[in-house]
């Protein structure tokens, strides 16, 4: 017989990128007494890995737990950018309800739409919140209505139109009902959840199944599967086996060995677990995302949806440039291969795959970001290896016609640049789907274009509408194949010799375009030094010194003013390299280079082209 479980509450918190979501759950944290009064609190305490504070993202959903009124209420701090939205789609199968966190300034947002349209078809209860209603420039009622809207647009039923809506600052920690009520804090947030989101049911006198949301990686216990009792009651020590819904033939038989609930930031182990509950288990080497615990006498898995496929691939490969192990400790094509296989111990939505090479991988991923990301922490762990250009993965359909991932851009961009952004996009394949005015002098374009014409783009954007302009994309699925594309008008200036560049060398360079390094900097003949403003790739030789004569000494060169070098970060790097170079990855530098570094050969293999 089901029972409900009233002590208990399972919410997730969903909204677009830099809404608000992490903030909130600190504050509900902290109100919630989880930390002492005079206990130093990081902001943004969720956002544990180093990359997710320096961006200011979620990249890993996270779990926590707080009691109010004797009630525990699980709360789950999910991603916002689309790259990640496999992680969101699967944790919305461990909760009952969500928090919608909605910008009062920005309002709906393309993510929004996404995540909504996710808890919306699993039926689930929404609360929604106005967030930075302190803004000065918020403006919280319209942003309900284009709320109320977008619900109706999702063809959401009568009960979730019904739904509460409350007004917050996460950053001051207060949240209200109306917007003319005190500022106090969140406890009109706190008795919203106990009210509205149902607690969550289940059969604790039925055979136990848990079904498997997410994976934990930890050095010391392996892997550690993240889930929701459905029924029945999990304890330590049980016998039960591992199935898989979307895989039949998956049947294993394990032991629970550790039992982990969730309270405030930490796990606390316990004995045993009741239905509803959120648990973490330890000492299952070969569980996976989606898989079910369920007990030996009755394996019945619990449907769950497919992880989304990659869209995006690169080849990540041993370095062999001239300058190859100077500066990472970990080099060869064993440990490269080693880290790349253990990443997919956490990200379910990442593909590694072996080539004819033994030095290169093939690495799929969801999008540029997902990517960039993977190859930042391994560059941070000491690793030195090169990768390739992001391709896109393409696929055919029955009547073998090329298939390519598709993707919706909104751009929020200022009136005066929508002519160079449009044609920009258009170029790039895009088709213009709609345009319309929104407030502060803005106007919002939504296209429709293939992934690859998204591929390189970010940075000119920025450039194009001087940092005002903002791009969000989501993921549409596969249409027919658009025809050919050029990534880069641009050509390459390569170091024609090895050495170190020097001022006269660089000063004579400098009038054939920009350039990427300064003097001093070690090069090696094939490395891309700068960027030539036309299309073909020019050799220049950034080492070449001054002959000295008895009339011209060498102080004449003090004289010599070099323009300041272009500084690329990693995102920038990776957009800018064209198909036939590598990116060379090293904990202290990062290079360009043509793949094939010998003049002569290269020039062969452009001709045979």
């Known amino acids: 017989m089901k029972i409900k479980r009233e002590d208990v509450r399972n919410i997730a918190i969903i909204a677009h990128v830099d809404h608000g979501k992490t903030t909130l759950v600190d504050n509900l944290l902290k109100q919630s007494g989880v930390f002492r009064a005079n206990q130093e609190v990081v902001e943004r305490v969720m956002d544990s890995n180093d990359i997710e504070r320096e961006r200011g993202i979620t990249i890993l959903s996270k779990n926590t737990a707080v009691t109010y009124k004797g009630t525990k209420i699980n709360i789950i701090d999910t991603p916002g950018h689309a790259d990640f939205g496999g992680e969101v789609e699967r944790v919305l199968k461990m909760v009952n309800g969500v928090i919608l966190v909605v910008d009062a300034y920005e309002g709906v947002m393309p993510q929004t739409k996404f995540v909504l349209k996710k808890a919306l078809e699993l039926d689930l209860y929404v609360i929604v919140c106005i967030n930075k209603i302190d803004r000065p420039e918020a403006r919280p009622l319209e942003v309900v209505d284009e709320t109320l809207e977008l619900f109706m647009d999702l063809d959401a039923s009568d009960e979730q139109l019904e739904c509460p809506f409350l007004f917050a600052s996460a950053r001051d920690g207060y949240a209200k009902k109306n917007l003319e009520d005190p500022n106090v804090d969140m406890t009109p947030l706190f008795e919203t959840i106990l009210e509205y989101i149902p607690a969550p049911e289940g059969d604790p006198d039925a055979p136990v199944?848990?079904?498997?949301?997410?994976?934990?990686?930890?050095?010391?216990?392996?892997?550690?599967?993240?889930?929701?009792?459905?029924?029945?009651?999990?304890?330590?020590?049980?016998?039960?086996?591992?199935?898989?819904?979307?895989?039949?033939?998956?049947?294993?038989?394990?032991?629970?060995?550790?039992?982990?609930?969730f309270d405030g930031l930490n796990r606390v182990e316990v004995k045993e677990a009741n239905v509803g509950a959120i648990v973490a288990i330890s000492g299952i080497p070969e569980i996976h995302i989606g898989d079910t615990i369920c007990s030996v006498d009755h394996p019945d898995p619990i449907p769950f949806q497919k992880i989304s496929e990659p869209t995006i691939s690169m080849y990540f490969m041993v370095n062999d440039s001239p300058l190859a192990g100077q500066e990472g400790k970990y080099i060869t094509s064993r440990h490269i291969r080693d880290r790349l296989f253990r990443e997919l111990?956490?990200?379910?939505?990442?593909?590694?795959?072996?080539?004819?090479?033994?030095?290169?991988?093939?690495?799929?991923?969801?999008?540029?970001?997902?990517?960039?990301?993977?190859?930042?922490?391994?560059?941070?762990?000491?690793?030195?290896?090169?990768?390739?250009?992001?391709?896109?993965?393409?696929?055919?359909?029955?009547?073998?016609?090329?298939?390519?991932?598709?993707?919706?851009?909104?751009?929020?961009?200022?009136?005066?640049?929508?002519?160079?952004?449009?044609?920009?996009?258009?170029?790039?394949?895009?088709?213009?789907?709609?345009?319309?005015?929104?407030?502060?002098?803005?106007?919002?374009?939504?296209?429709?274009?293939?992934?690859?014409?998204?591929?390189?783009?970010?940075?000119?954007?920025?450039?194009?509408?001087?940092?005002?302009?903002?791009?969000?994309?989501?993921?549409?699925?596969?249409?027919?194949?658009?025809?050919?594309?050029?990534?880069?008008?641009?050509?390459?200036?390569?170091?024609?010799?090895?050495?170190?560049?020097?001022?006269?060398?660089?000063?004579?360079?400098?009038?054939?375009?920009?350039?990427?390094?300064?003097?001093?900097?070690?090069?090696?003949?094939?490395?891309?030094?700068?960027?030539?403003?036309?299309?073909?790739?020019?050799?220049?030789?950034?080492?070449?010194?001054?002959?000295?004569?008895?009339?011209?000494?060498?102080?004449?060169?003090?004289?010599l003013r070099l323009t300041p070098p272009k500084i690329m970060s990693l995102e920038q790097c990776l957009e800018f390299i064209d198909t036939d170079e590598l990116l060379e990855i090293t904990p202290k530098s990062l290079r360009i280079r043509k793949k094939i570094l010998d003049p002569m050969l290269r020039k062969r293999a452009s001709f045979k082209k």
């Open 209 to 261: 199944q848990t079904l498997i949301s997410t994976i934990d990686y930890n050095e010391y216990v392996g892997r550690i599967g993240i889930g929701k009792v459905d029924n029945g009651r999990l304890a330590v020590n049980q016998e039960c086996v591992l199935v898989n819904h979307h895989d039949p033939d998956k049947f294993k038989k394990i032991k629970i060995g550790k039992l982990y609930e």
């Open 345 to 559: 111990n956490t990200d379910v939505s990442l593909r590694v795959e072996e080539t004819d090479s033994p030095d290169c991988f093939k690495v799929s991923g969801r999008g540029e970001l997902h990517l960039s990301v993977l190859i930042e922490n391994m560059r941070r762990e000491n690793f030195e290896f090169a990768v390739s250009k992001a391709e896109v993965i393409y696929k055919y359909n029955e009547r073998n016609q090329k298939l390519e991932p598709m993707e919706i851009a909104y751009v929020d961009v200022p009136e005066e640049f929508t002519g160079v952004v449009i044609q920009k996009l258009t170029s790039r394949k895009g088709e213009l789907q709609g345009m319309s005015p929104i407030s502060g002098g803005y106007t919002r374009l939504e296209f429709s274009i293939p992934s690859r014409g998204l591929i390189g783009y970010r940075g000119e954007f920025l450039t194009d509408t001087k940092g005002n302009g903002i791009i969000n994309t989501v993921f549409e699925g596969y249409g027919p194949y658009k025809g050919d594309l050029t990534y880069r008008p641009t050509g390459s200036l390569i170091a024609y010799e090895a050495g170190e560049a020097i001022t006269y060398g660089l000063y004579n360079a400098q009038e054939r375009g920009i350039l990427f390094i300064g003097p001093g900097t070690k090069v090696y003949s094939g490395m891309v030094v700068g960027q030539n403003p036309k299309a073909e790739d020019i050799e220049i030789n950034v080492c070449k010194t001054k002959k000295l004569t008895n009339t011209r000494s060498s102080s004449a060169d003090e004289a």
